[in-house]
């Protein structure tokens, strides 16, 4: 590996630096060098001293970016991120606490394994315990995570086992699902409106046409039977069963909203309708 200029100037056997104090102190993340020389410094030995400063300087330069980058990806990343190993939180953003809507001083009391809903919580705990193990158990999943006032929430778990504080612990990404999750209801709903009025005109097409037939073979029959008061009444309970049917495809045809309510506990039953009419 290439020497910088420094490590080269310090394995020189003809340089003594003890003619030369040099002190490094580090204050609140900014590092600064005092000196104090005598007579016998020379000038390499400033040469050490320049290069030990502006090595300082850069190093405080590349410090102060890595916790700039910190913070726009830990502390202003829109999912929450936390470390833990047995469940307990050894570090996380404040995103965990919007979506929590725990306080810092409460997170010490809290097993994150806990914060979801029974249903979930042993299999959480289960793929948690063999992820710390090295068993290859799939990463992304789905869950529900409980908030402090009880509320549940769908979230997205994304789970990365990595080196903290020279233990092996799981770092977790949560992603909130709330909003994706209303968006995929909202486009079921949308779908199944679309199916629900395109099978009303589909029937409204198929149904009518051996309707009109019926219709036609039942006024030719009319002309054929002798007329009686009961075949009267007869006739005009037919006549106004078709005209029935007629009106219900006319309404299926123009219908352009469809809305559900419950027909039984397992089925729901469209209601169709028009909104010229309303």
């Known amino acids: 590996m290439k020497k910088n200029k420094l490590e080269i100037l310090l394995m020189e056997k003809d340089i003594e630096i003890k003619n030369l104090k040099i002190q490094i ?44 980058l910190y913070k726009i990806l830990v502390e202003q990343a829109n999912d929450g991120i936390i470390f833990s190993k047995t469940g307990k939180i050894d570090f996380y953003n404040k995103k965990f606490l919007e979506l929590t809507g725990f306080k810092d001083e409460e997170i010490i009391n809290i097993n994150f394994l806990e914060l979801f809903d029974s249903t979930n919580r042993e299999k959480n705990i289960t793929l948690h315990k063999r992820r710390l193990e090295g068993i290859e158990i799939p990463k992304i999943y789905e869950t529900n995570l409980i908030k402090k006032n009880g509320r ?28 994706r999750k209303l968006e995929e209801k ?6 199944k409106r679309e199916s629900a009025l395109a099978t009303a005109v589909t029937a409204s097409h198929e149904i009518n046409q051996p309707l009109m037939i019926l219709k036609g ?8 039977v002798k007329e009686t008061e009961k075949t009267k009444k007869y006739f005009f309970r ?23 309510k419950a027909y039984s506990e397992n089925t729901e039953m469209a209601v169709l309708n028009n909104t010229d009419e309303n």
């Not at 005598?38 to 030995?45: D, I, L, M, V």
């Open 186 to 191: 909202r486009r079921i709903e949308i779908k």
């Open 238 to 260: 037919i006549d106004e069963s078709i005209k029935r049917i007629q009106d219900i495809l006319q309404k299926f045809k123009d219908a352009d909203r469809v809305d559900f």
């Open 217 to 224: 073979n039942v006024d030719m029959l009319s002309f054929n």
């Open 25 to 68: 102190k580090h204050l609140e993340n900014d590092f600064y060098i005092t000196r104090q020389e005598n007579e016998e410094a020379t000038e390499k030995y400033f040469d050490i001293y320049s290069n030990l400063e502006n090595l300082v300087i850069q190093k405080t330069k590349e410090l102060t970016k890595s916790q700039e």
């Open 152 to 179: 549940k929430i769908p979230v997205e778990l994304n789970n990365i086992c990595v080196l903290y504080n020279n233990e092996d612990v799981v770092l977790t990404f949560i992603h909130d699902l709330t909003l």
